[in-house]
């Protein structure tokens, strides 16, 4: 008698059911919240603007049907809060609502979206510890140029350069902020080191690593180090026609050699990525040569002396190159952040619940920025992170798989379980 075929393997385990339908309405949360945009064709939701009280109120419907109270800080981060016992801390879940501009649909939403369904599933379970799902005002950064400002307000470290920011239009933070009428104080959005537990962030990869190894779900090591560099080329306008080509000192040019540096010194450092996104340069005209522009560099590594080295290089090439053209170059940074490490407790914990749904916990790094990377100074921090196929974010084509989605649920459910129980019998997270 021939003998029994083999078993055929999923090429991934199957989610529970509970997972399974919690994940269906999770990405149907995630297509609702899409329609919450500032432009008609394709979703731009910056903070503090009418589309992101449009998302908030479909949020706090979903976070209050699962049993949570919900409030709108200062900076307009949403809070969807259950209480612990007395004394206890809080494990934060959480990721951003805002986006970038054209953006997917899951770049943030997807954790806040998760967070709530998995709160959602423990509503009659008792935790020894709070439970507070965030959706995250500002993580992109787009309306006002410095990214992080929702989770660095839940960190306490919003401060007056902060509030005079200005966007586009020329209103500063600290405007948006009243108009966009938030409760409390910015002050009051804060959460404190001894009131964390720990934070959790399940997220997409945005990069292909997960697909190409047939991962849906990867634990998260650490974050990379991160930095927004501006480079300011001042040289001289000039008429286009009559301007020697020897005489002049043409800032678009200078700009467009740096930025060309900028990609070259990436492509030759392991460890670098680096990212000219946006050249601005006036005063603009087919006939005017260019007097001044500015070159925004997103210069990354998950390490820290990698980062340090290629931005020395950069300066010495803005100098080198700004001297041989006559023109003028000065360099800002609007932001900074050294790389992160997730906290070994979690990321253990979140390992062995990824092996307990029948997958292999493929751990790996995160070159994208994440609100982590903020609270991780105020406690230990562990991400997740969902496939994302063909490595696709910050674009409209952005998706996930729903089996994927469903065992990132899986995980989450046993992983907030798991930090229960052990806060329960030893009282401490490691
Ligand atoms: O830029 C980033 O890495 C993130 O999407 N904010
Ligand atoms: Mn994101
Ligand atoms: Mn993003």
Redesign the pocket.
């Known amino acids: 008698m021939a003998a029994a075929a083999p078993p055929v393997v999923p090429s991934s385990p199957t989610p529970s059911r509970w997972a399974t339908s919690a994940a269906d309405e999770a990405l149907r949360r995630c297509d609702e919240l899409a329609e919450c945009s500032e432009t008609p064709q394709g979703l731009l939701r910056r903070a503090l603007t009418p589309a992101m009280r449009e998302a908030h109120v479909k949020t706090r419907a979903w976070a209050e049907a699962a049993g949570l109270d919900v409030r709108i800080d200062a900076l307009g981060n949403l809070r969807a809060r259950r209480e612990g016992p007395a004394g206890s801390r809080t494990l934060l879940i959480g990721s951003h609502l805002d986006t ?1 501009r054209d953006a997917g649909r899951y ?1 943030g939403p997807l954790g806040v979206v998760i967070g709530l369904a998995v709160a959602e599933a423990l509503r009659h379970e008792s935790l020894p510890f709070g439970l507070e799902i965030a959706g995250i005002s500002d ?3 787009v309306r006002f140029g410095r ?1 992080f400002l929702g989770s660095r307000a839940l960190a306490g470290t919003i401060d007056a350069d902060d509030l005079a920011l200005r966007d586009a239009d020329g209103v500063t933070l600290a405007e948006a902020i009243a108009r966009f009428e938030g409760g409390g104080s910015v002050e009051a959005c804060a959460i404190t080191p001894a009131e964390l537990l720990a934070y959790l962030e399940v997220h997409i990869e ?1 990069g292909p690593v997960l697909e190409s190894l047939d991962q849906p779900i990867g634990v998260v090591s650490g974050i990379a180090g ?1 930095v927004w560099r501006s480079y300011v080329l001042e040289g001289r306008a000039g008429h286009a026609g009559t301007t020697p080509m020897g005489l002049r000192r043409d800032a678009l040019a200078a700009a467009a050699e740096l930025a060309l540096f900028v990609e070259r010194l990436a492509t030759e450092t392991p460890e670098l990525v680096a990212t000219v996104g946006q050249l601005v340069a006036s005063p603009g005209g087919n006939n005017v040569i260019a007097g001044l522009a500015e070159v925004q560099v ?1 210069v990354r590594s998950v390490d820290a002396s990698v980062l340090a080295k290629a931005l020395a290089t950069l300066d010495a090439e803005a100098k080198a190159l700004a001297s041989r053209r006559g023109v003028r170059m000065s360099a800002s940074d609007r932001f900074a952040s050294p790389p992160v490490v997730c906290a070994p407790a979690l990321r253990n914990t979140l390992e062995a619940c990824v092996r307990r749904v029948g997958l292999d916990a493929h751990t790996l790094a995160s ?4 609100d982590g990377r903020i609270l991780a100074t105020l406690g230990p921090v562990g991400m997740l992170f969902v496939r994302s196929p063909e490595g696709l ?2 674009h409209p084509d952005e998706r996930v798989h729903a089996t994927d989605v469903a065992l990132a649920l899986d995980v989450t459910l046993d992983f907030v379980r798991a930090l229960g129980a052990r806060i329960a019998s030893e009282g401490r997270l490691s």
Do not use: L, T, Y
């Not at 070159?367 to 994440?370: C, E, I, L, M, N």
């Open positions: 970038v770049d993580e992109e950064g990214p945005q991160h997103d070159g994208a920025g994440h974010s910050h």
